[in-house]
C-alpha cells in the first residue's frame, strides 16, 4: 500500500509532465491534420472541411459502452461537421482533475449529477446558460430538482440525461399469501414486514423490509416531514422530532419487530440478490433495477409503488440521476453543445437512448412516450418523481452524510447508542464536516 | 564507472520519488485542491488534523489492528515454515497451498470473502451452525468487522512470510542442532536458544513490513466494509483517500499522510531498537 503515498504525490508531478507532453502531442496531431484539410477540397472541389472531431468521456462499460457509442454514432451520421468519438475512463473524476489542469480535457462529459456542487465551484464546468438563451431551449422541459442540481451559484453546467428516485419494490407473491395490500403509509410498510418476516430459531429466513442502507435515511426523513439541512444549506437540520420519528421507526422495524438482520444482504450478487431469491419481501431501490428484476421473468412476480408516507402523511423521495456537462477545459464547447442539444432537447434522440439502456430520460417530452408512461413498472417513479427531492446542494454533503450521521446511525441500529445521543452526536460531527468541506475552504 | 550504471536508477529514483515527497510536502501547507487552488496556508492543515475526530479514529482502528495482526502474522507464518520446512510426502502440495491466498489480487479476494462471511448464507456462518453456533454479522456488527479483515489480510498475507521463514529455516547450521541434540536439549529449547535468535534478521524484517502494512492498510477495508460500522474500520489511508480524492482536499490530505509517514517511521524505529536490545542478550 506504499503506493497510496505516492500517487497522492506523483499526481502533482504529473501534471507539470502532463501539460508539457499532451501540448506538443497536440501541436503535432494538429500539424498531421493540416495536410489533410488542405488537400481535401482540392481534391472535391466543395467547401467540406474535414469535421470537428470532440471528445466523449463515461465510465459505462460493457452494455453502456455500446449504448454510448450507438448515440455518438447516430449523431455523426445526422450531420457531417462534428464527429464524436466516446472513450470510456474507468476512474473518469480521477483522470478528469488530471486533464483539467493539464489541457487534455474531453468535450462533454457523462455526469452523476450530484457532484456539480463540488465540483462547478472549482471552475472546471462551463455553463450553458448562454446556448440554452440562444437555442431557445424551454427549461420546463426538464423536472426542476433535476435542473437544480447541475446548478452552481446561479449557473446551469448541463441538461439532465436521466431521472431516478427510489420506489417500494414488493413481491407480489409473497403479498398475495398473506393477503396484504401494498403499502401505503409507514403504519401499513410496519404491518406487511412484520407478517411476511420469517424466523427460524435464530436464523432469518425471510426479512419482510430490506434495510440495508442507512443512505435512505435522508428519504425517510423527508417522509416525516424534515430536510437534511436548513433552509440555507449551511447546518444539518435532523436533530429534531422528524429525525427522532424516522429513527424510533427504524429501531421498530429492526430490533422490536425483528424485520431484518444487519449484513443480510451483504455480498450477494445479482444472481442470488435477496429480493430476486425471495428472501427480502419489500426493497428501496430506484428505476436501475427494473431491467435487472424483469430478466426473472415469472420467477419473480414483483409490483412497485411510490414510498409510503410518513406519520404526518408527507411524501418524500430522494432525485437522482445523470447529466450532460462541458469541461470548462474543452477545445470545442459549441461543438459538444451541439451533441448535447441533439441528444437531451430533442424527443426521438432521448427516446432512443432512453429505451435502449432502460432509463427514465430527464427529458419531460419523452416521459409522455406510451413506452414509460403506459408501463405500471415505469408509472411509480413517474408519480415518485413529482415529489422526490436532489440531495442538499453543499460541497461536503456527502461527507456530512458519510462521516458524520451514518457511523452514529449504525451505532444506534445496533443498540450502543441511543436515538437522542445519535441525532446530537450526528448534528455536531455533521455541522463540523459541513464546515470544513465548504466551498471556498 | 560504476557511478555510470546507477545514474539511470538515481534518476528515476529522483524525479519519482524524492521530488515528489518533496512537493508533497510543500503541498501540505496548501491548501491545494487539484484545479483551481494552491495558496500557502500555513499550519493550518496540520491544526485541523489534531482536531480532526476521524483521523484519530482512524489512527485506533489501525493500531488495534497492528496489535492483532502482527503477532499473529509472525506467529502463523513461523509455524507454517516449521512444519512445511522437512521434506515430507506432500509438502510441496501444502506450501503451494499456503502460498496460493498472496497471488490472488486483494479486491477480488476480499469480494469472495464479502460472500463467504454472509451471516445468512455464508459458508462460514453455514460450518459454525453444524456446531450449534449462531455466527454474526461478520462484516456489519461492531467487534466483528475489524477481526473479519484482520483474518482476511492475515489469509492473504502470511502465505509470503512463510517463504521468507523458510529461507531463513534453511540458513540455520544444521551443526547447532546437533550439538544441542547432544547436550539433551528438547525441541522447545532447541527452538528458544537456536532456531528463533538465528532467525531474529528475518523477523526483524518479516514484522518491519507487517507494521508498514498494517499502517497502510486499505484495500481490505474498502472492500469488505467501507470503513463501517460507525467508521469502527476506517483505516488511515482510507481517510486521506477520501479527503484528496473525493473531497479535492489534496493539501490536508498531504498533511495526513506526512502525519501517517511519520507514525510509520517512529513504529519502525521502536522496531528496530527492540530487536537490537533482544540481539545483546
Excluded at chain 1, 141 to 170: H, I, N, Q
Excluded at chain 1, 255 to 271: A, I, S, T
Excluded at chain 2, 60 to 74: A, D, E, G, R
Aim: aromatic content about 12%; charged content about 20%; some cysteine.
Amino acid at each position: 500500500m506504499k503506493k497510496w503515498m505516492t500517487v497522492l504525490t506523483a499526481l502533482s508531478l504529473t501534471f507539470s509532465l502532463a501539460a508539457c507532453s499532451t501540448k506538443t502531442g497536440e501541436d503535432q496531431t494538429a500539424e498531421s491534420k493540416k495536410p489533410e484539410t488542405t488537400t481535401a477540397p482540392a481534391a472535391s472541389t466543395a467547401a467540406t472541411k474535414a469535421p470537428v472531431e470532440i471528445t466523449f468521456w463515461g465510465d459505462w462499460g460493457g452494455e453502456g459502452e455500446k449504448q454510448f457509442v450507438m448515440m455518438a454514432d447516430a449523431f455523426n451520421k445526422s450531420q457531417d461537421k462534428i464527429k464524436v468519438k466516446y472513450v470510456l475512463q474507468e476512474d473518469m473524476i480521477t483522470k478528469f482533475l488530471t486533464a483539467a489542469t493539464s489541457g487534455g480535457s474531453p468535450d462533454i462529459m457523462f455526469w452523476d449529477r450530484w457532484r456539480t456542487s463540488l465540483y462547478a465551484s472549482k471552475n472546471v464546468l462551463h455553463p450553458i446558460d448562454d446556448y440554452l438563451k440562444k437555442d431557445n431551449i424551454n427549461r420546463g422541459d426538464y423536472y426542476d430538482e433535476a435542473l437544480k442540481e447541475l446548478s452552481s451559484g446561479g449557473k446551469l453546467y448541463g441538461l439532465p440525461l436521466t431521472v431516478d428516485a427510489r420506489a417500494l419494490f414488493y413481491n407480489k407473491k409473497l403479498f398475495a399469501e398473506k393477503g396484504l395490500t401494498p403499502p401505503k403509509t409507514w403504519d401499513d410498510l410496519q404491518n406487511a414486514a412484520k407478517q411476511l418476516t420469517v424466523w427460524e430459531g435464530d436464523k432469518l429466513i425471510r426479512s419482510g423490509m430490506s434495510m440495508q442502507d442507512n443512505g435512505l435515511f435522508n428519504m425517510w426523513l423527508q417522509q416525516a416531514g424534515g430536510s437534511m439541512l436548513t433552509s440555507d444549506l449551511k447546518k444539518t437540520n435532523f436533530n429534531n422530532e422528524q429525525g427522532k420519528q424516522v429513527l424510533d421507526f427504524w429501531d421498530k422495524l429492526i430490533n422490536k419487530d425483528k424485520v431484518y438482520k444487519v449484513g443480510f444482504e451483504k455480498g450477494l450478487g445479482e444472481g442470488t440478490d435477496a429480493f430476486v431469491t425471495g428472501k427480502v419481501a419489500m426493497t428501496y431501490t430506484g428505476p436501475w433495477m427494473l431491467s435487472t428484476y424483469k430478466k426473472y421473468g415469472k420467477d419473480l412476480d414483483f409490483g412497485v409503488v411510490p414510498p409510503p408516507t410518513g406519520p404526518g402523511g408527507a411524501k418524500g423521495s430522494v432525485m437522482g440521476g445523470f447529466g450532460l456537462v462541458i469541461p470548462a477545459g474543452s477545445k470545442h464547447k459549441d461543438e459538444a453543445w451541439e451533441f448535447e442539444k441533439w441528444w437531451l432537447a430533442n424527443k426521438d434522440n432521448t427516446l432512443l437512448w432512453a429505451k435502449t439502456s432502460l432509463n427514465l430520460p430527464g427529458f419531460k417530452p419523452a416521459l409522455q412516450d406510451p413506452f414509460f408512461k403506459d408501463d405500471p413498472n415505469w408509472k411509480p417513479f413517474m408519480d415518485t418523481l413529482e415529489f422526490a427531492k436532489i440531495r442538499p446542494q453543499h460541497p461536503g454533503y456527502s461527507v456530512m452524510e458519510g462521516d458524520g450521521l451514518m457511523p452514529n446511525i449504525e451505532l444506534f441500529i445496533q443498540g450502543k447508542q441511543d436515538a437522542a445521543t445519535t441525532l446530537k452526536k450526528g448534528q455536531e460531527q455533521g455541522d463540523k464536516l459541513l464546515d470544513q468541506n465548504a466551498a471556498g475552504k | 564507472m560504476g557511478y555510470l550504471f546507477i545514474t539511470p536508477t538515481i534518476l528515476l529514483f529522483i524525479i519519482f520519488t524524492i521530488i515528489p515527497v518533496i512537493m508533497a510536502f510543500y503541498l501540505s501547507f496548501t491548501n491545494y485542491d487539484i484545479v483551481s487552488k494552491n495558496d500557502f496556508v500555513g499550519l493550518d492543515n496540520y491544526k485541523r488534523l489534531v482536531e480532526d475526530n476521524i483521523f484519530w479514529t482512524t489512527l485506533k482502528n489501525v493500531l488495534f489492528y497492528s496489535v492483532l495482526y502482527i503477532p499473529l502474522n509472525i506467529a502463523i507464518s513461523l509455524s507454517m515454515a516449521l512444519l512445511f520446512m522437512r521434506s515430507r510426502f506432500g509438502v510441496k502440495l501444502f506450501r503451494t497451498a499456503g502460498y496460493l491466498p498472496t497471488l490472488t489480487s486483494g479486491v477480488a479476494a476480499a469480494t469472495v470473502w464479502i460472500w463467504l462471511l454472509n451471516p445468512e448464507f455464508g459458508i462460514v456462518n453455514d460450518i459454525l451452525s453444524k456446531f450449534g453456533i449462531t455466527g454474526p454479522s461478520w462484516l456489519a456488527e461492531m467487534p466483528y468487522a475489524m477481526l473479519s479483515i484482520v483474518f482476511v489480510t492475515l489469509w492473504q498475507s502470511v502465505g509470503a512470510n512463510m517463504i521468507i521463514y523458510l529461507a531463513g529455516l534453511n540458513g540455520v547450521p544444521d551443526h547447532l542442532y546437533e550439538s544441542a541434540k547432544l547436550d539433551g536439549a528438547n525441541a522447545w529449547q532447541s527452538f528458544r536458544y537456536i532456531t528463533w535468535p538465528v532467525l531474529r534478521p528475518t523477523t526483524f524484517f518479516v514484522s518491519t513490513m507487517a507494521i508498514i502494512g498494517a499502517l497502510q492498510l486499505f484495500d481490505q477495508a474498502f472492500v469488505l466494509t467501507k470503513g463501517g460500522p460507525a467508521n469502527s474500520t476506517k483505516t488511515t489511508v482510507y481517510h486521506i483517500y477520501q479527503q484528496g480524492f473525493n473531497q479535492l482536499q489534496m493539501g490536508y490530505a498531504d498533511a495526513m499522510a506526512f502525519a501517517l509517514s511519520i507514525i510509520i517511521l517512529v513504529f519502525s524505529l521502536i522496531n528496530m531498537r527492540l530487536n537490537k536490545e533482544e540481539s545483546v542478550i
